[in-house]
């Protein structure tokens, strides 16, 4: 059974499993429903350390991304990696699955994961944000599609339909994480798609 907890409760219980976890991670702009979503895997015994941009990692891994936009939004002509600070993540439109909703608004998805690190940072939640750890089960895809689709409707303003969509995305991104772990790290090979 799928079970997750704040990524700050982890670190200070030093809960972070070595044998790797997914992270969830949410960037929320205070003046609209934009909303930016990071899912990063990763494997292997390294414990992150906290700084003033968040949780550092000294490992590599992979990330998928997810970007709300609202009804109306003023950077939907822009590319996704051009957009200002806050509000941009490094893919363009054509590394992205986009899904239209019917009162205007979009979810972009990453269409593969891309690798990252090392190190890899994880932004430290405040306000709106939250950054939650799901620890490695068998059914670990499946929560992750469920807590993507309530937060595309619930927290971003998408649509059911469509945040229903963009999960689905998510997931068959998930199952594609292949990430390794360094050599000589016992279980770290991801297969979330088995």
């Known amino acids: 059974m799928a079970r997750a907890t704040s990524l700050l409760k982890a670190f200070i219980n030093k809960s972070i ?3 790797g976890a997914i992270i969830i991670s949410s960037h929320f702009d205070p003046a609209s429903l934009y909303s930016i979503y990071e899912i990063t895997a990763f494997a292997g015994a390294a414990s992150p350390s906290r700084g003033p ?3 550092s990692f000294p490992l590599e891994g ?37 899904v239209e909703g ?7 998805v990453s269409r593969r994961p891309l690798r990252i690190g090392p190190p890899f940072t994880v932004a430290n939640a405040g306000g ?4 939650f750890l799901f620890y ?3 059914d670990i895809g499946e929560a992750i599609r469920a807590f993507i689709a309530d937060v595309l ?16 995305l998510v997931f068959e991104g998930v199952v594609q994480f292949t990430f390794e772990g360094p050599p000589g790290s016992a279980d770290t090979t991801w297969k979330t798609g088995a």
């Open 53 to 55: 941009e968040g949780f």
């Open 102 to 108: 019917k009162d205007g608004g979009r979810i972009l």
């Open 136 to 138: 490695r089960t068998d």
């Open 128 to 131: 709106e944000d939250f950054s």
């Open 62 to 98: 992979e990330r998928l991304y997810v970007l709300a936009e609202p009804p109306g939004c003023e950077d939907s002509t822009v590319g996704p990696r051009d957009r200002g600070e806050g509000r941009s993540i490094p893919l363009e439109f054509g590394g992205l699955f986009q």
């Open 153 to 168: 409707y619930n927290d971003s303003g998408a649509g059911k339909d469509e945040a229903l969509k963009a999960a689905e």
């Open 17 to 19: 499993p070595s044998e």
